[in-house]
C-alpha cells in the first residue's frame, strides 16, 4: 500500500508559537522542526505496522524546505520538498490508499485554535462550495477528488473537531488543547507521538470504513481578505464580489487552490 504523509508545523506538541511573529520567525521554530520530524516518525511506524507500505512525506509547511529535519526522518520514506510545485499535493495521484496530515493547524477564526489560519494571516475566512474551510478540509476535499480518503489528523484539539467534522470515520490525536491563540496545555511530546503511532495503526486497520470526501463540481472558492488592499491584488485571479472578497471557480479543484 502507498501512503502520502503530509506535514504542516504549527500543530505539533508543545508548539504555541509567539504573538504577531509567524512560527519561522519565534524562537520555537527548531524546537518544532524536531516535534514535527518525531510525530512523522511516529506516524511511519504506525503505518508500517500494516506491513509492507510505501510512504511519501511532503513538506508541507511555508516554502516547503527543510521544515523536517530530513536526515532524522525515518529511513525508505521518500521526501518531497522545494519550490515552486506543479499543484498541491502533486504525488498523489489514485494509486494511493490513504493521506495523512500531521502537524496540522485550524482554520483561521477558530475559537482556540492554536496559531489558527488559512494559508496566510491576511486571509479572514475560505469557503468551499458554500461551506466554511481550512487547509485541512480543502487538503481532504483534494484528495477526495483523486478517489483517496484522508485517514490520520494530528492537530490541536480545535484542529481534530475541525478534521472530524470534515472527514467521516477519521482518526485523530488532539496534541494539545488551546486556551488562545499563543496558549495551550500540550501533551507531554513523547505522550504525543505514542497516541500518534497508536491512531495512525489503528487507521490502517480501518482504512476500507474511512470514505474519501466528496464535494462535487463545479467548484467555487470564496476567499474573504483582511485588507481591501489584498482583495484588490488578488482581483485578477478570480471575481471580485466586494471589497475584501474574491471568487475563484473551476471544474478542477486544484485550479482555484490559493
Known sequence: MKFYLATDLEGVAAVTGEGEKGLNDSKEYEFARKMLTQETNAAIDGLRSAGDVEIIVEDGHHDGTANLCYDKLRRGVRIYSGVPRPRRLAPLDE?????????????????AGVLAHTYSNLIQNMWLNGRRIGEIGITAAQAGSLGVPVIFVSSCKAGAAEA??????????????????????????????????TRTAEAVRVLPTIEPVSVKSPYELRIE????HLAEAEAKTGERIDSRTI??????IFKIQY
Open 95 to 111: 494509486s494511493f490508499a490513504g493521506v495523512l496530515l500531521i502537524g496540522f493547524h485550524p482554520m483561521a477564526g477558530s475559537n
Open 164 to 197: 472530524e467534522d470534515w472527514i467521516a470515520g477519521v482518526k485523530t490525536v488532539a496534541v494539545k488543547e488551546g486556551y488562545g491563540r499563543n496558549c495551550a496545555i500540550s501533551l507531554h511530546p513523547e505522550d504525543a507521538q505514542e497516541q500518534i503511532r
Open 225 to 228: 481578505y483582511k485588507f481591501e
Open 247 to 252: 471568487i475563484r471557480r473551476s471544474e478542477d
